[in-house]
């Protein structure tokens, strides 16, 4: 086989190994890449630093296990923020397995500020119909959670005496892993008028900017870089700025690969033309 | 009447909603409620009927032989399992959280975790220059990819009096190419529904009540 033949066709197994590398060995050996704030992240930590002690803000936790790695230092470092301002927070999942993904970081960081459940912060759990949920917040947060998580009526909590619509709500964080960030700020946002900003995957995020730009969403968190970021602006360093030495060199080891894979296409292309020139 | 009952009430409800969205009647807000309401009703019993359709489906393999079978046996059983845990032992703690956090959200995690591999490999394969169209697409995605991580901000320099990095240039993708494409895209989507909800509400659109008789 030509050598540049090799370049085009290096084993998957070998790309595997590569990666593997790349994504541990940063983790184990932290290189410590400088993080620098976007507007974005700006945005999003404005909103919450803007919050007043006692003000209630809804937490949506949008996201299951499977893109966890890249949500989690955001809702921890976002409920960090909150907590660390006295801000009561009203959380939900609209997904089934986000419930003890939340459950177990509002806990964890509740701890962390000495903050009491059904005065400092709530959990409503999941409710299966995340549209409608959306919409019927706006005309009664009891109506639609009778119940929260552990199947006490929301009548009873305290803080929940004083969250009956989206009017009580001074922000809302959607952390999010799919769409539903869009459909907080279609619905909550544009009907009942209530401020949103959100955290997304990488992938996600590409889809906020139309949203960001036109003042929808006026601050967000993208993907891990988005979480290092804002873990920076808060000042409690995380997996998020952990994450970062190790993204850095598996997108720099993709970009090699795919350079190689080009040079050895075009000496290819180039012996080609030279042996049908001859 | 087997499709004029659907389509009639489809008028209605579909009306119903749009009416109440453009007034603040006391009348139309508690119909739209109580329509929310149902819904949510509605959406809870499709749990109801998602699995039983797994069981179905599974029971239907394992009879049947069917090839991978013998997976089967492994998703009924994750499914009485965490059915069980939760019954027995409730949500807080015990095995059901032990389940969850031990074995569903790893399993998860590892699967989505696998697309950094796959995905390293595909764009090795697929990102090749071969035309003015995939070149395009190559710089333009070899720049986010830079940008959108730390070590892309640490590359570029000056250019009249202006800081330029990888990371500015895959700002300004996302926030001008990008934004355009997306803005078309939701605007097209936009009215697409809105010509589908219409031709539902009138009656033009019938598909949702399945193959005519």
Not at chain 1, 138 to 156: H, L, V
Not at chain 1, 212 to 224: C, D, E, R, T, V
Request: charged residues 15%; glycine residues 10%.
């Amino acid at each position: 086989m030509a050598f540049y033949d090799r370049m085009m066709k290096i084993d998957r197994r070998i790309i595997y190994l590569c990666m593997t590398l790349a994504v541990a060995l940063p983790l184990i050996a932290p290189i410590g890449m400088p993080v620098q704030v976007s507007d974005e992240t700006r945005g999003f930590y404005d909103h919450i630093e803007d919050l007043e002690a006692g003000d209630i803000v809804l937490f949506s936790f949008d996201y299951e296990g499977d893109v966890m790695a890249e949500l989690n230092p955001m809702s921890i470092a976002a409920l960090r923020h909150l907590f660390r301002q006295d801000v009561r927070v009203v959380a939900l999942t609209t997904y089934a397995g986000g419930t003890g993904i939340a459950q177990g970081i509002l806990e964890r960081v509740a701890a962390e500020y000495d903050k009491h459940y059904g005065t400092d912060y709530v959990f409503l759990g999941y409710n299966p119909d995340w549209s409608g949920t959306i919409l019927r917040l706006g005309e009664s947060f009891k109506a639609t959670y009778p119940a929260d998580q552990f199947g006490k009526s929301t009548r009873e909590i305290p803080l929940m005496q004083e969250v009956e619509t989206y009017d009580d709500i001074a922000l809302l964080i959607s952390i999010a892993g799919s769409a539903l960030s869009e459909y907080w700020a279609i619905w909550a946002g544009g009907r009942y008028g209530v401020t949103v900003v959100s955290g997304n995957t990488a992938i996600q995020a590409i889809l906020i900017y139309p949203y960001y730009n036109a003042g929808q969403i006026p601050g967000f968190l993208g993907g891990l870089k988005g979480a290092a970021e804002y873990e920076k602006m808060v000042g409690k360093p995380g997996l998020g700025i952990k994450g970062m030495d190790a993204q850095s060199v598996a997108h720099l080891l993709m970009l090699s690969f795919i350079v190689v894979g080009n040079i050895g296409y075009f000496l290819s292309r180039r012996h080609e033309a030279r042996l049908k020139r001859e | 009447m087997k499709r004029q009952g659907p389509v009639l009430l489809a008028f209605i409800i579909g009306m119903l909603m749009l009416i109440q969205f453009f007034t603040p009647n006391p009348l139309f807000l508690r119909i739209y409620n109580l329509f929310l309401d149902w819904k949510q009703v509605v959406l809870g019993c499709t749990l109801i009927l998602g699995t039983w359709s797994l069981i179905r489906h599974h029971t239907r393999k394992i009879e049947r032989k069917q090839e991978n079978w013998q997976y089967s046996y492994v998703t009924l059983i994750g499914l009485a399992a965490m059915v069980l845990a939760a019954l027995i032992w409730k949500t807080e703690g015990g095995p059901y959280t032990w389940m969850f956090q031990n074995m569903q959200v790893p399993m998860q995690s590892t699967m989505f975790s696998l697309l950094a591999f796959f995905v390293a490999s595909a764009s090795y394969r697929a990102f090749r220059a071969r035309t003015f169209a995939a070149t395009l697409l190559l710089i333009a995605g070899a720049v986010v990819m830079l940008g959108r991580v730390p070590v892309g901000a640490l590359i570029g320099g000056s250019i009249g009096g202006h800081e330029v990095t990888v990371s500015t240039v895959a700002d300004w993708i996302l926030n001008v190419p990008n934004l355009a494409a997306k803005r078309g895209i939701m605007m097209g989507v936009g009215l697409g529904m809105t010509a589908t909800a219409i031709k539902i509400i009138l009656g033009i659109e019938t598909t949702y009540l399945g193959k005519s008789d």
